[in-house]
Structure formats: structure tokens, C-alpha cells
């Protein structure tokens, strides 16, 4: 996709710009923060935005801003892990059911549905009362959750790559079937990954912020956008501005994420937009 072809969709500039901003304000928080997270001082608790706080301090007088740049990369650090497990197993699992069938494809679809029969947050309940609650939980609780999403995306695709001539042309020249979906099948069926990617990030997320609101996500003293609505919850109607700031950052992110996610399934497969209009049409 080069440049011309990027800047003809604004959602996808503005998504991706926004969203690369904020995992570079995380990253950023790896080496300065305006102060340091874990330091505390009740002299300067509930203190409003100023130019030594930029957002304020929180009840123990922690400075709001750093704990966002923190929070941001712990969210985004959460929800690409688990983004890795889920397409490092999901796509190869597609792929083999799309390239072998049968009994191969039968048992990726029944792992399919039995995954989903268990939402993420059953999974990190499971995970927790086993091993204790925690970001590694948190990250293995959305990563198998996000195996069969990615499986039945890389099936769907790769089902209609499948019935192509070229393909068939390389099974008549000797391939076999980890060559097919190597050489054929994975390459075609990228554009579909990447898209969903965006929107699996976009809900690890939110899934990160929520196992972190009620207990079974990041645990202090380090820190996530989750874990920041979760200690604002008894002040909130005291002091809102301590639940706003991180929860307008959660929205801003997820948006970010989600325009990109349209602007990259415009730009890169502009079939799936007509197939789309014609279905939300018919």
C-alpha cells in the first residue's frame, strides 16, 4: 500500500496517527514520567490540573498524567500479548482446517465453539482462582479468547482462496498442503488478519481495563486504565475527575483503534467495503 493510496482515507490517517501517539506516550513513560508512579504525598492529594500536574493527583497525591502514560503502556502492552497468542494459534489453526478439511476442520470449529462458549473474563476467573490474579493472567485470559476469533477469520478467508485455479495448479505441481497455505493461502488472506488485528486490539483493551476493574487484572503498585477507573470508583462523585481522565482515555484509544481497523479494510480490501454496503443493504 504506498503513501497516495494510505492518505485517500482520513479515518485511517487519523486512527492510526491518534493510536500511534498514544503507544508512543506508553512507551515514552518507559524512560520519563512528569514524576514518578509509585510516589506518593497526601500534602498534594485531590489537586485540580495545573503546570506542575498537568491532570491533577489522585487520592494519594499521585501525579494523573504520569499514571496515564503508564497506564496507557500496561493496556496496550496487555492487549498485544494476548493479540500474539490468539493470531500466533488462531491463524496457523484456520489455515490447517481451510488446507486439510475434514476431520482437521471439524476439530478447529469444535475448538472454536467450545472456546467461545467461555467468555474472557470466566477464563480469567478460572485463570486467577488457579494462579492468582495479574497481567500474565490477564494476557493468557484474552490470548485464548482470541484464538478461535482469529481461526475462523483465517478459515473464512482462506476457504475462498481455496477454490482458486492457482491453487489448484500448485496442489497438480506437487504441493502439499503446508505449502499451499504457506505460499497461497496466508499471503491472501493477510489484509483480513491485519484488520481484525485492529479490532482485537481495540478490545483486549477494554478487556484489560475491565478484568483490572474488578480485581482479576493488573495488580498495584503497578498500574492500567483499568486499575485507575477501579480506584476512582468510591470517589467518583466527590472527585469524577479521577474516573474521566482515565476513561476518556480507554474511549479515545478504542476509537483510534477502531477507525484505523475501517481506514485498513477500506485501503487494503476495498471488496470487503461492497460486500459489506450489500449486506447492510439487503
Do not use: C, K
Amino acid at each position: 500500500m504506498n503513501l497516495r493510496r494510505f492518505l485517500r482515507h482520513p479515518s485511517l490517517v487519523i486512527g492510526l496517527g491518534a493510536a500511534l501517539l498514544f503507544a508512543f506516550i506508553g512507551l515514552l513513560s518507559l524512560v520519563w514520567t512528569p514524576y514518578p508512579i509509585e510516589q506518593i504525598s497526601i500534602a498534594r492529594r485531590f489537586l485540580g490540573p495545573s503546570p506542575a500536574h498537568w491532570l491533577g493527583t489522585d487520592h494519594l497525591g499521585r501525579d494523573m498524567t504520569s499514571l496515564v502514560m503508564s497506564g496507557t503502556l500496561t493496556s496496550f502492552l496487555v492487549a498485544a500479548s494476548a493479540l500474539v497468542i490468539g493470531m500466533g494459534i488462531g491463524v496457523p489453526m484456520g489455515l490447517a482446517a481451510a488446507a486439510w478439511g475434514g476431520a482437521v476442520e471439524w476439530l478447529v470449529l469444535r475448538i472454536s465453539d467450545v472456546t467461545f462458549a467461555f467468555p474472557s473474563v470466566v477464563i480469567a476467573i478460572l485463570i486467577a482462582t488457579l494462579a492468582g490474579p495479574g497481567e500474565i493472567n490477564a494476557i493468557l485470559a484474552i490470548g485464548i479468547f482470541n484464538i478461535p476469533v482469529f481461526a475462523r477469520v483465517a478459515r473464512g478467508g482462506a476457504l475462498a482462496i481455496a477454490s482458486q485455479d492457482y491453487v489448484a495448479a500448485g496442489r497438480l505441481a506437487g504441493l502439499g498442503n503446508t505449502a499451499i497455505a504457506a505460499r497461497h493461502l496466508l499471503p491472501n488472506i493477510s489484509s483480513l488478519v491485519i484488520v481484525q488485528a485492529t479490532i482485537q486490539l481495540s478490545l483486549g483493551i477494554l478487556s484489560e481495563a475491565g478484568l483490572s476493574y474488578i480485581g482479576l487484572g493488573t495488580q498495584a503498585p503497578a498500574t492500567s486504565l483499568g486499575l485507575m477507573l477501579r480506584d476512582s470508583q468510591s470517589l467518583f462523585l466527590i472527585h469524577p475527575w479521577l474516573g474521566i481522565v482515565p476513561g476518556l482515555t480507554i474511549v479515545v484509544i478504542v476509537i483510534a483503534l477502531n477507525l484505523a481497523g475501517d481506514g485498513l479494510r477500506d485501503a487494503m480490501d476495498p471488496r470487503l467495503r461492497r460486500e459489506g454496503l450489500r449486506h447492510g443493504t439487503g
